[in-house]
């Protein structure tokens, strides 16, 4: 009797520990595909590095629904903004989503003012926020209790025509306090304002693809078929955000682009690495029906990482800094984890947000062991840490075989302890050519220098032995000549006698 009762206390204390032991995150329970692409293009299956937890609306915060949110914020110290357009108010809110405030109206010198149709928003290192007040055509700078900064608006320039009106969209500042805003209708590039609010000119320029044969036909054209043609004009820019170097990256709203994401160094030179096997555009294989992506938002991560949200097939792309895709989440749909119109992403901690204007709500997906093995990786990779790198790149291995960028990182670390011989392998199967190259060339120079102390005393010792040969042949041939003469002369004799 005693032994069944410690039986069932042992039972019922199982259970607890079980219920009570926190699940780890699976990716069995995404409501999306997973995937990456290989070196010939081809989609392969993958572990799905984020998984959605929850969803958060305008309702659960207890602050009535959003309307048409279009843009949402992360401040280093973990506070969250989101621009809910529709109600023409910014809501604040912690990282348990309690709600610090709601900001819709601001004084502005002795009279209350509020926002119309705002659509972009920048929190700087103070916690002054920049918002883009699209409708009312101006910058609002206000500091994070909600009063007014200052109001940049419409800039007075030379370059700008004289009908020019500003609609801002999307605003980023830099540590200078340089604004940088992306305006409606602008297609000479990225506007950039002085710490003072004064335009100083464009940067980041988007480049046109000329049409050779429709330039042709155009000065064969006459003025009615000229007025009625297609005009090659540059694509607006969607969206910007900016790194700790001061480096602004950007997305351009053309799907056909194959540089839809730049980014700029205060030139207004684009200097994004792709490395990759292909471009930096999000999918490669695409159905005719959604057509390829359109890329509307880019959050620049840690360790030079970056994600960029397809607006078309509700996705999100996350880059290593060389411009290799690391992992692929989300989709269209109506359960948690897809969206209907996503506009904004974001991450806070390890988690990753995303906006969706169509659901009105911000769905957080945290890092399977896949994703966060990958992030750590990739980490230690781009701080010089390889070494660490390997065996988080060997467990990334063990999680899915498939992955290249495993195969080329351990490759690299072979490659900087001088193991050229075993990072020839990893580079093989990581279908690497550059850097096989490099591990190749190394590799022979190594084997030369090897082996050249046996290779040319093998020579030596067979130079040797040749010219031996050579000069006991000859010194045989001398001693045949005399003799073979005395005997065709002793021949001759014979016959004649």
């Known amino acids: 009797m005693a032994a069944k009762k410690w039986f069932l206390v042992v039972a019922a204390a199982s259970l607890l520990f079980i219920n009570a032991a926190p699940a780890p995150v699976s990716a069995a329970s995404t409501p999306y595909e997973s995937y ?58 912690d990282e348990q989503w309690k709600v610090l405030g709601v900001i819709s109206r601001f004084n502005n010198e002795g009279k209350e003012d509020t926002f119309k149709n705002p659509t972009g928003l920048f929190v700087d ?8 007040d699209s409708d009312n055509g101006r910058i609002v700078v206000l500091t994070k209790e909600g009063e007014l900064v200052r109001i940049i608006d419409q800039p007075q320039s030379e370059i700008l025509a004289a009908d020019f009106k500003f609609n801002p969209i999307k605003v980023t500042v830099d540590k200078a306090k340089r604004v940088f805003v992306v305006a409606k209708g602008v297609y000479e590039g990225i506007m950039q304002f002085d710490s003072n609010g004064e335009f100083i ?16 036909w155009r000065l064969l054209s006459t003025k009615a078929q000229k007025s009625q043609m297609v005009l090659f004009i540059p694509t607006e820019f969607s969206n910007i955000d900016i790194d700790a170097k001061g480096f602004v990256y950007a997305t351009n709203i053309d799907p056909g682009s194959k540089e839809p994401v730049k980014r700029l160094n205060p030139s207004g030179e684009d200097v994004l690495k792709r490395f990759g096997y292909f471009d930096v555009k999000g999918d490669i294989l695409f159905r005719r029906i959604l057509g390829p992506s359109k890329l509307i938002d880019v959050k620049v991560l840690k360790n030079g990482m970056y994600s960029v949200l397809d607006a078309n ?18 989709g269209k749909g109506n359960q948690l984890g897809t969206f209907k119109t996503p506009v904004a992403v974001e991450s806070i901690g390890g988690n990753q947000l995303v906006l969706d204007r169509g659901k009105s ?30 065996p988080i790149w060997q467990e990334v291995l063990r999680l899915n075989s498939n992955y290249d960028i495993a195969y080329i990182g351990i490759g690299k670390s072979l490659l900087m302890e001088k193991r050229n011989g075993e990072a020839l392998e990893y580079f093989k199967l990581g279908m690497d050519r550059e850097n ?21 005393t093998v020579l030596l010792v067979i130079v040797a032995a040749w010219l031996a040969f050579k000069f006991v042949s000859s010194q045989r041939r001398k001693r045949m000549k005399p003799i073979s003469g005395f005997a065709s002369q002793k021949l001759k004799e014979g016959k004649t006698s």
């Open 125 to 132: 290192d103070e916690d002054n926020l920049y918002i883009a």
């Open 361 to 390: 709500n911000i769905v957080v997906f945290e890092p399977t062991k896949f994703g966060s093995r990958v992030n750590e990786a990739v980490g230690y990779h781009y701080n010089g840490d390889d070494q660490l790198a390997v």
């Open 201 to 216: 000119g464009y940067v980041g320029t988007n480049k046109v693809t000329r049409d050779y044969t429709e330039y042709i």
């Open 436 to 456: 096989y190259s490099v591990a190749y060339k190394r590799y022979r120079r190594e084997q030369m220098k090897e082996h050249f102390g046996t290779f040319m």
């Open 313 to 330: 097939q509700g996705k999100i792309f996350t880059y290593n800094d060389e411009g290799d895709l690391l992992y692929v989440y989300g």
């Open 36 to 93: 990456n692409y290989n070196f010939w293009e081809e989609s392969v299956p993958s572990p799905a590095a984020y998984v959605p937890s929850r969803s958060v609306s305008g309702a659960d915060l207890g602050i009535g629904d959003f309307l048409e949110p279009s843009d949402m914020v992360v401040t280093e110290s973990g506070l969250i903004y989101i621009v809910d357009t529709g109600n023409g108010r910014i809501v604040n809110v």
